[in-house]
Each structure stands twice: as C-alpha cells, then as structure tokens.
C-alpha cells in the first residue's frame, strides 16, 4: 500500500494540473483568439449596450414582440431573501419546471396559458411549445408554428400587414441543419430585432 | 415518430458504428504500451511523470496491486477535490464571489465526480467558482473516467493472458489513456464546441439590458472545455445546471449530435478493442451486437411515448404535432431529445438534453430501465465494458448448466469462484438503490423533501438511487437532493455502484489470468454468434426484471395507468 502513495500523489498533482489547469486555460487562450465572439457568449450589442446573448432567450411581453416560450427559472424574492419567485429568462440560474406528467400544476398552468392565447387568436389549436417550459428555462426559440400562431397579434399592434409579418419570421426560420438533423425554429430575439427594424 | 426522426436516429447508430473499429485498435495500441503518433509530442511528458512516480511502466501488477494502486489514487483525489469545494471561497478564479460548499455537499459531490457520477446536487451557475469547475470537476472528469478505461484494460488482459500473474500497471494505464486517448479529443471537441458557440472564457458573466429594458445577468465561463470530458469520458457533469439543455452547453442540432457520438465513441470502441485483445474480433462485435439491440429497443420506446403529446394536455386544445415539449428545447424537438436521454442512460453519462422527469411515464421508465440493467448498453467508457462481462459470465454459466459442462468463456473455465465474484457485483447495485429507496420514502424528513405526490414522487425517489448507484447522474431533477440525509445516502451509493463492482471485475481478472486456455472442442459454446447474443440478453432482462419489476410497478407504471385513466396529483 504504502509503495502506491508517491506514485499516487505525482499523478494526481501532475495530471490535476495537466487537465484541470493547463488544459481549460490553453483553451480558453485559443478560443478567445480564432473565435472571440463565440468564446464571450455570441452577445449582440447596439449602440455599444449589451442587448442580450443570441444562444439565451430572453422576456418578452409587449404585445408587438413575438413572445418566447414560457420559462420555469426563478430569482430571489426581494422582499424576502430566503425566498424565489418566479423570474422568467433568469440566465444566471438555468431551470426546468421538473413537473410530471401527471402533475396539477402542470395542467393548471397549461389551462391558465391556453385560455390567454385562444382569446388572442381563436379557433386554431395551441402549438405545444407555447404553452410548455423548455428544459433550461432559457430556450431562445420558438417553433414557426408557434411564430405564426402570434402573426394576427403583431400585425395588429404595429399596423403590419400580416404576409409582411410573416415574410420577417421566414427571413428569420433556421431550417433543420442539413435539412435533417434537430427541428427548424426561430430565434425570438432576432425576429423581434427584425420587428424594430422593420418600423412601426 | 417521423421518418425524419428516423433517419436521425439511423445516422448516428451509423456513425458510431464505423468509429468503432479505428478507434477500438488505436485504444488497443495504448493499452499495449506501444509508440503512437501523439509520442513525438506527448512522450516527453508521459516519461517524466514516471520518473518523479518512480513508475517503472514495464513492471506490472497483480490484480490486487492494480486494484490498490487505484484505491489510493482515488482516496487522493478524494482529499483534493473535497478540500477544493471546502475552500473555494478563499481559493483564487471566483469572479462570481461563490461561497464555500458544505460538508455534506461537498462531501456527495467529490464521491459524484470521483465515481464517474456526476450526481448534481447543486446548480452549477449558483455553486461553483471558476476553479472548482476547472481544477476540481474538470481534472477529475479525466481521472475518473481513465480509472474507468484503465481498469476494463486490466479486465479484458485476465481474459487474454494464460497462465499470467499479473494484468498491467495501472500508472501507465492512467497516463497513457488521459494523455493519449481523452485530452487529444477533448482539444478538438472543445475547439468545435467554441466555434459553434460554447463559451469559454474566464469572465463570471455580462450584464444585458433586454429589448424591453429589463436587466438580464448572463452566466459565462470556461464551459466548453469541460464540455468535451463530460462527453467523452461519460461523466455528464454540467457547467450550468440544466446540462446539455442550456443552450451554451449545446447550441444546436450539431453539437447535439457530437455529444451523442463522444458519449458512445470509446464505449463502442471497448468493445473492438476487447476483441482484439482475446484475438477475434468477432467476439467484441458480439458485445457490440448485444448493445445495440438494447439500445435500438429504448430508443424506439422512448421516442414513440414522447412523440404523443401528454394526454392531460391534449384534451386542453394544444396541438399534438410537437409531441411531449414538456422540458424540452426547440432545436432538439423530440427525436433528437428521445435520442439523447437513451444514449445518456445507457452510457452512464447522465448529462441531459431534455428533462427526464416531465417525460411520459413510458419515456421515464425506459432512462430508468436503461439505468437499471446495470449500466452495461455501451455503458460507461470501461465500466460499461467489465460490466458487460460480468453478464457474459453468467450467460455462459447458465448455458454450462442447461449442457451439464464446465462453462468456458474465451477458452477459460468459468469456475465457482468467477462466479461468485460476479454475483457479488450484480447483486451489490440492487441492494443500495433499492435499500436506500424504500429507507427514503419510510422515513419522514426525506419523504416529505419529495417534490411531488402519488407515484411519480415515488419514481422521483427510486431514479435518485438508481441513477447514484448506476454510476449515471442524471436526475427527476425536481427531487431537492440537497439535504444531508440525501447528500450522504447518495454518496454511499455511488460508491458502492463504483467499486463494489470494479473490485470484483478485477479479481476475476486476476483468476482468469492465472488460467491454463481450454482449446475449443466441438461441445465448446460458441460466444460469437446470435445464440450467445441472444442468451446475454435474456439474462440481464431477466436480472433486470426480477430484481426491478416490483418497483416499476409502483412507480412508471402505475402512473401510467393514472395517467390513461385521467388521474392528476
């Protein structure tokens, strides 16, 4: 036993400092040179103010904004630090809602969801991602059924013709890569940059 | 389920596939020490940490030198990384002003890293300074699942050798597999990571101002670096702590998919490397044969339940087409989340890309069944490998019975004492997962700590245990395991899924090592073709199931006859 300790010691103190110093730091040194945006978290700036990351969706409840998908993260309570209240898009604190299927805050939530939206547009079913929380509770997608179940709403709010809405979600739909592989969607973030840019 | 879906699935099972062979000789070539294209540049470093060892490579071990000279190693790492979490406070690289953990925290979490777990019991983001990520969870990333490969190395050599003493020297074993095999495609992978937008910088975060002028405080860090280890050493440890389903662990469809192939690449590789050992490589493509059956099976059930939408929705008016998007992203959708949470769970990696615990109860149930047959369907990289063998035994036991011969596997005799050793480590695992699960749900505090009613609360429970003692990690993520009873109990269940088997897998090493080759004779069971892949797999389903089947029933399944009939908790 006691023959195994020098050897056991120079390993892990070599090999510690081999992959758990050198190894991450000579990355980040080689990230930060040949992929600098991506390495910093692909923010997008305007007007040198951070607005957000293009990977972390982000709140949005403006009836003129394409709205994302709802998002089970929490924050601290300000009244009471012991305490979290909800804090949708909260990217300092990844999370599922954890509910099963079987859960009654699930389906009560859902209820509540559902309701709002077929007051907004009724007579067409509710696509399922906009009325459930992704796994990390920073999803910054959303389906383009989802994006054209709130066309009417938006071209309402900004005086838009709906076929110009949906011309700005198709600009903005990344179709499944390689036409195979993962699901196209929408970036919510982008679109809604598109929205602004478009006027009204 | 789509053909779309399909087609995804059949791609990646293809790729992994075709990795397995070059892989499985170049992971051969490092086990038999010889000089490999990474020498010129890595020789030097390799030779001087024997010298400061006083490791004669050459100079090998007996099973239980081996075994020992492992157990100190992870005692050390133990010490380290627990100190780490017990100081980081005070330690430099914590940008975020991160606390220290506690006792029982830091204690569940470095037996979860040493063991190949990666059990996480706090969130990443809110935890952990700079340092533990790197120093701490990313090192032992490497060593545990090196320990893993060095240790089914030292496995398969007892079947190869005859008449031998020893099996290797687990010193070159450890060095050889991080410097040679993990950190050359643990570069690369972090690299592509980076490039398709996984950060990796040193900075704690950056404040944005959202489009709607609220303030949002976005986590950063050096992410993809650890990355790359938790796929491809299938530890499945996250930065963040929604794993693989935060988006800068995994962007898109892409990275998503390199995940999938590094958690299967050198599991599947073993299994080559395995048969060129023993010199026919027929044999490993049987091993690998067995796996991907089991795989294929829940792959296909996990995608089918999840496809269906969950049925207490449905009846609200939501639209069916997306299927179950419960905890789960958009850019996966349900193949590519179907497709990841089997790959995670028959790897014991436990990294997730979607959240298993807002699964159907079908879906839910096969990660735990998959889980449950002992971590073996590929498995952890090693672990899933000297796991495997341990059903082989036992399959070529009962056939030795049904014959009335002397079983033999690989020209070895399988006597009484290989299998005993190999009970006493398919029996160790049920024993803590179930033990620990029925303490857990009698006993008031942890009881009541339960997130949820009825028989989900139950599985929640029961997937906690056997996902510690499967050496897996992931998680119904809505169990607040964060408590002494669950941090200490969990603790005590991966160790036990860890070693209880890798210690008894390296006796029999040692056993059949030290064995004369029985030629093959024309009664000699045949362990290459489909009647052998059949019988391996009728015996861990039947294992499985006799030792599980009651459980499921109190959990997946009756929740899934609750859910049919309308039921809600």
Same mark, same amino acid.
């Given at each position: 036993?006691?023959?195994?300790?020098?050897?056991?010691?120079?390993?892990?103190?070599?090999?510690t400092?081999?992959?758990?110093?050198?190894?991450?730091?000579a990355?980040?040194?080689?990230?930060?040179?040949?992929?600098?945006?991506?390495?910093?978290?692909?923010?997008?700036?305007?007007?040198?103010? @951070?607005?957000?990351?293009?990977?972390?969706?982000?709140?949005?409840?403006?009836?003129?904004?394409?709205?994302?998908?709802?998002?089970?993260?929490?924050?601290?309570?300000?009244?009471?630090?012991?305490?979290?209240?909800?804090?949708?898009?909260?990217?300092?604190n990844?999370?599922?809602?954890?509910?099963?299927?079987?859960?009654?805050?699930?389906?009560d939530?859902?209820?509540?969801?559902?309701?709002?939206?077929?007051?907004?547009?009724?007579?067409?079913?509710?696509?399922?991602?906009?009325?459930?929380?992704?796994?990390?509770?920073?999803?910054?997608?959303?389906?383009?059924?989802?994006?054209?179940?709130?066309?009417?709403?938006? /071209?309402?709010?900004?005086?838009?013709?709906?076929?110009?809405?949906?011309?700005? @979600?198709? /600009?903005?739909?990344?179709?499944?890569?390689?036409?195979?592989?993962?699901?196209?969607?929408?970036?919510?973030?982008a679109?809604?940059?598109?929205?602004?840019?478009?006027?009204? | 389920?789509?053909?779309?879906?399909?087609?995804?699935?059949?791609?990646?099972?293809?790729?992994? =596939?075709?990795?397995?062979?070059?892989?499985?000789?170049?992971?051969?070539?490092?086990?038999?020490?010889?000089?490999?294209?990474?020498?010129?540049?890595?020789?030097?470093?390799?030779?001087?940490?024997y010298?400061?060892?006083?490791?004669?490579?050459?100079?090998?071990q007996?099973?239980?030198?081996?075994?020992?000279?492992?157990?100190?190693?992870?005692?050390?790492?133990?010490?380290?990384?627990?100190?780490?979490?017990?100081?980081?406070?005070?330690?430099?690289?914590?940008?975020?002003?991160?606390?220290?953990?506690?006792?029982?925290?830091?204690?569940?979490?470095?037996?979860?890293?040493? &063991?190949?777990?990666?059990?996480?019991?706090? *969130?990443?983001?809110?935890?952990?300074s700079?340092?533990?990520?790197?120093?701490?969870?990313?090192?032992?990333?490497?060593?545990?699942?090196?320990?893993?490969?060095?240790?089914?190395?030292?496995?398969?050599?007892? !079947?190869?050798?005859?008449?031998?003493?020893?099996?290797?020297? !687990?010193?070159?074993?450890?060095?050889?597999?991080?410097?040679?095999?993990?950190?050359?495609?643990?570069?690369?992978?972090?690299?592509?990571?980076?490039?398709?937008?996984?950060?990796?910088?040193l900075? #704690?975060?950056?404040?944005?101002?959202? +489009?709607?002028?609220?303030?949002?405080?976005?986590?950063?860090?050096?992410?993809?670096?650890?990355?790359?280890?938790?796929?491809?050493?299938?530890n499945? *440890?996250?930065?963040?702590?929604?794993?693989?389903?935060?988006?800068?662990?995994?962007?898109?469809?892409l990275?998503? +998919?390199?995940?999938?192939?590094?958690i299967?690449?050198?599991?599947?590789?073993?299994?080559?490397?395995?048969?060129?050992?023993?010199?026919?490589?027929?044999?490993?493509?049987?091993?690998?044969? #067995?796996? =991907?059956?089991?795989?294929?099976a829940?792959?296909?059930?996990?995608?089918?339940?999840?496809?269906?939408?969950?049925? =207490?929705?449905?009846?609200?008016?939501?639209?069916?087409?997306?299927?179950?998007?419960?905890?789960?992203?958009?850019? !996966?959708?349900?193949?590519?989340?179907?497709? !990841?949470?089997?790959? &995670?769970?028959?790897?014991?990696?436990?990294?997730?890309?979607?959240?298993?615990?807002?699964?159907?109860?079908?879906?839910?149930?096969?990660?735990?069944?998959?889980?449950?047959?002992?971590?073996?369907?590929?498995?952890?990289?090693?672990?899933?490998?000297?796991?495997?063998?341990?059903?082989?035994?036992?399959?070529?036991?009962?056939?030795?019975?049904?014959?009335?011969?002397?079983?033999?596997?690989?020209?070895?005799?399988?006597e #009484?004492?290989?299998?005993?050793?190999?009970?006493?480590? $398919?029996?160790?695992?049920?024993?803590?997962?179930?033990?620990?699960? #029925?303490?857990?749900?009698?006993?008031?505090?942890?009881?009541?700590?339960?997130?949820?009613?009825?028989?989900?609360?139950?599985?929640?429970?029961?997937?906690?245990?056997?996902?510690?003692?499967?050496?897996?990690?992931s998680?119904?993520?809505?169990?607040?395991?964060?408590t002494?009873?669950?941090?200490?109990?969990?603790?005590?269940?991966? $160790?036990?899924g860890?070693?209880?088997?890798?210690?008894?897998?390296?006796?029999?090493a040692?056993?059949?090592?030290?064995?004369?080759?029985?030629?093959?004779?024309?009664?000699?069971?045949?362990?290459?073709?489909?009647?052998?892949?059949?019988?391996? $797999?009728?015996?861990?389903?039947?294992? *499985?199931?006799?030792?599980?089947?009651? =459980?499921?029933?109190?959990?997946?399944?009756?929740e899934?006859?609750?859910?049919?009939?309308?039921?809600?908790?």
């Open positions: 036993m006691l023959n195994h300790i020098r050897p056991a010691l120079v390993m892990l103190t070599g090999l400092l081999l992959t758990g110093l050198a190894y991450p730091l990355i980040t040194g080689i990230a930060e040179a040949i992929f600098p945006w991506q390495a910093q978290g692909s923010l997008v700036e305007k007007g040198g103010a @951070v607005l957000g990351s293009t990977l972390i969706g982000q709140n949005f409840s403006g009836s003129g904004y394409f709205h994302p998908r709802p998002s089970a993260t929490t924050g601290p309570d300000p009244k009471d630090a012991g305490k979290t209240v909800a804090a949708p898009y909260a990217a300092d990844s999370m599922g809602s954890n509910l099963g299927p079987t859960a009654k805050a699930l389906v939530r859902v209820k509540d969801d559902i309701t709002k939206l077929q007051a907004e547009n009724p007579g067409i079913p509710v696509p399922g991602d906009l009325v459930t929380t992704s796994a990390s509770g920073l999803d910054p997608d959303i389906s383009p059924a989802a994006a054209d179940f709130q066309v009417p709403r938006i /071209a309402r709010t900004r005086g838009l013709s709906q076929p110009d809405v949906r011309a700005i @979600v198709a /600009a903005h739909t990344t179709p499944r890569w390689l036409g195979v592989f993962g699901e196209s969607r929408v970036n919510v973030l679109v809604n940059l598109a929205l602004d840019a478009a006027g009204k | 389920m789509t053909v779309n879906g399909w087609v995804q699935i059949a791609v990646l099972a293809a790729i992994v =596939a075709a990795l397995t062979r070059p892989l499985g000789g170049y992971l051969m070539r490092v086990a038999s020490g010889e000089r490999l294209v990474l020498t010129p540049a890595l020789g030097w470093l390799e030779r001087g940490l010298r400061v060892a006083g490791v004669d490579p050459a100079q090998e007996s099973w239980l030198g081996y075994a020992l000279a492992m157990l100190v190693f992870k005692a050390g790492g133990f010490a380290l990384l627990y100190a780490i979490l017990r100081l980081q406070s005070v330690l430099p690289l914590n940008p975020a002003g991160q606390g220290p953990l506690s006792a029982d925290l830091a204690f569940n979490t470095a037996i979860s890293f040493l &063991t190949n777990t990666n059990w996480q019991s706090y *969130g990443g983001e809110t935890t952990m700079h340092l533990s990520q790197m120093l701490g969870l990313t090192a032992q990333n490497f060593l545990s699942a090196a320990t893993g490969i060095a240790v089914a190395l030292a496995v398969v050599r007892g !079947f190869a050798r005859r008449s031998a003493a020893t099996i290797g020297n !687990f010193w070159a074993d450890l060095t050889r597999i991080t410097l040679y095999v993990l950190l050359p495609v643990c570069v690369v992978g972090a690299l592509v990571l980076v490039w398709q937008g996984v950060p990796q910088t900075l #704690a975060s950056v404040d944005a101002t959202t +489009m709607e002028g609220a303030k949002q405080t976005i986590s950063l860090g050096p992410v993809a670096s650890q990355e790359a280890i938790k796929m491809f050493g299938t499945g *440890g996250g930065f963040f702590n929604t794993n693989s389903a935060h988006p800068f662990e995994n962007p898109n469809a990275t998503n +998919m390199l995940q999938i192939i590094a299967f690449a050198l599991g599947g590789a073993l299994t080559n490397t395995f048969g060129r050992m023993v010199r026919d490589e027929r044999q490993g493509w049987a091993i690998f044969g #067995a796996m =991907a059956l089991l795989f294929m829940g792959v296909t059930v996990l995608y089918w339940s999840e496809g269906h939408g969950n049925p =207490a929705l449905l009846s609200l008016g939501m639209d069916p087409t997306l299927g179950n998007m419960e905890g789960k992203e958009v850019r !996966f959708g349900i193949a590519q989340s179907a497709l !990841f949470s089997t790959v &995670t769970t028959d790897a014991s990696c436990g990294a997730v890309n979607a959240m298993i615990e807002s699964f159907l109860p079908l879906g839910g149930r096969v990660a735990l069944v998959n889980i449950m047959l002992g971590e073996i369907i590929f498995g952890g990289v090693g672990s899933g490998l000297y796991g495997f063998l341990l059903f082989a035994i036992v399959a070529v036991f009962v056939a030795g019975l049904m014959v009335g011969r002397t079983p033999e596997y690989l020209g070895k005799k399988i #009484a004492r290989e299998v005993k050793l190999t009970m006493l480590a $398919i029996l160790c695992l049920p024993l803590v997962m179930l033990g620990f699960t #029925a303490l857990a749900v009698v006993l008031p505090g942890p009881a009541g700590a339960i997130s949820t009613a009825g028989p989900h609360g139950f599985t929640e429970a029961l997937y906690a245990y056997v996902s510690a003692g499967g050496n897996n990690g998680a119904f993520a809505g169990l607040p395991a964060n002494p009873f669950w941090n200490t109990t969990l603790g005590i269940t991966m $160790i036990v860890r070693f209880f088997v890798m210690i008894p897998a390296l006796a029999i040692g056993a059949l090592a030290a064995k004369k080759s029985v030629p093959a004779s024309s009664g000699t069971f045949p362990t290459h073709g489909p009647l052998f892949v059949g019988l391996v $797999i009728g015996v861990i389903l039947i294992i *499985g199931g006799l030792t599980f089947f009651p =459980a499921l029933a109190l959990g997946p399944i009756a899934h006859l609750a859910i049919t009939a309308g039921t809600l908790y």
